[in-house]
């Protein structure tokens, strides 16, 4: 488990909370840091493939979460959150372990601080 445990309830667009996200992700793991990236609510729209962020005004962030896999960030999607927003879990980037409430709850409680975003 990782140092760190970010949490992220926010979807990817409509404000900056995904993008701070993953820039902390980035940024402990560069640090060579344990970075776990827990994707709650609306959150896991974050790891759905082929987002379209036409008109939001906001960077594209699926080529930024492949980079923090690709730098050993956990990152985790909760089940019933991708239930709840319509997503099946073939339409997930590669690499995002999908995850039940109580495996979350011990990633939380494995990581030495905790962030929430």
């Known amino acids: 488990m ?3 445990a970010m949490i992220l309830r926010r979807s990817p667009y409509g404000d900056i909370n995904a993008a701070e996200a993953v820039r902390h992700a980035m940024g402990g793991a560069a ?3 344990g970075v776990d990236l827990i994707l709650v609510d609306s959150g896991v729209l974050l790891a ?3 987002q379209d962020d036409t008109g939001t005004g906001f960077t594209n962030l699926e080529g930024v979460l492949k980079d923090c896999i690709d730098m050993g960030v956990g990152v985790f999607a909760d089940k019933l959150s991708i239930k709840a927003q319509h ?3 073939e339409e997930l980037v590669e690499g995002v372990k999908v995850v039940n409430g ?3 709850a011990e990633i939380v409680k494995e990581a030495k601080t905790t962030m929430i975003f």
């Open 102 to 104: 109580s495996e979350i």
């Open 87 to 89: 997503i099946d879990t």
């Open 48 to 50: 759905k493939k082929g």
């Open 31 to 33: 640090d060579e840091l």
């Open 2 to 4: 990782g140092a760190i």
